[in-house]
């Protein structure tokens, strides 16, 4: 079973360079979300979708895009790196069912360093 | 503002001793409660769902109960296996949950 999947697992960029995290889920799941993890802290949102073809804004939005072309696939970006960005992020998907009140299912992250 | 707080930051036991987890939540509007064990290095693992007060779920040595304000995670008699970071989640809709910082437990021999 591979649930939520990841890539990359690790990543070094370069202020100012641009990248991608990939998420794909094999459960069929309607939801998807992005959350970043800093030291001692909970998880934040920063974008989720609730449908192919749908994205909205979460908790901590602000230098980062998404995009959700496939039903299976949530696509991460940051179009200019800041070391702010620093820290771990985390894909999870949710089903539908019963009002969207189902727990989500989280990848095991991609944890990036921005120098 | 919705918000979740965890209490205490930081656990300590020794194995066999009985505990109990805190999460404060204000929200409007509760759809669901969730608890998440998280192990270093990995993304949170689902525990239970609670939606309303009164609820009670329990797994193996865990216990989850909830109130109108908070809710408990109960650890019975722990062991050195149950030390993990625990998350509460508070669902207020479809597509947006807030977590707390979470409590980390370490479960000493």
């Known amino acids: 079973n591979a649930g939520v999947t990841q890539t990359p697992k690790f990543r070094v960029l370069k202020t100012g360079q641009s990248m991608t995290l990939l998420c794909a889920q094999d459960?069929?799941?309607?939801?998807m979300y992005w959350y970043r993890q800093d030291p001692g802290m909970g998880l934040r949102l920063i974008h989720y979708?609730?449908?192919?073809?749908?994205?909205a804004k979460g908790e901590v939005p602000d230098g980062y895009n998404v995009s959700r072309l496939k039903k299976q696939n949530f696509l991460l970006g940051l179009e200019s790196a800041a070391p702010s960005q620093t820290s771990v992020y985390f894909c999870?998907?949710?089903?539908?069912?019963?009002?969207?009140?189902?727990?989500?299912?989280f990848g095991d992250g991609t944890r990036l360093s921005i120098l | 503002e919705d918000q979740v707080t965890q209490s205490p930051e930081a656990l300590r036991l020794q194995e066999g001793e009985s505990s109990s987890l805190n999460c404060s939540y204000t929200?409007?509007?509760?759809?669901?409660l969730f608890w998440y064990r998280q192990d270093p290095g990995k993304g949170p693992e689902f525990l239970f769902t609670?939606?309303?007060a009164g609820e009670e779920k329990e797994k193996e040595r865990l216990k989850a109960t909830l109130t109108k304000k908070e809710s408990f995670l109960h650890i019975t008699a722990p062991k050195p296996e149950d030390s993990a970071t625990y998350l509460c989640?508070?669902?207020?809709?479809?597509?947006?949950?807030?977590f707390g910082d979470g409590t980390t437990l370490t479960v000493k021999p």
């Open positions: 459960m069929n799941h309607e939801y």
């Open positions: 989640a508070v669902r207020i809709n479809a597509g947006k949950s807030t």
């Open positions: 999870a998907s949710s089903t539908d069912s019963q009002g969207g009140t189902q727990p989500q299912h």
């Open positions: 929200v409007s509007g509760l759809r669901g």
């Open positions: 609670l939606y309303s």
């Open positions: 979708s609730v449908g192919e073809g749908t994205t």
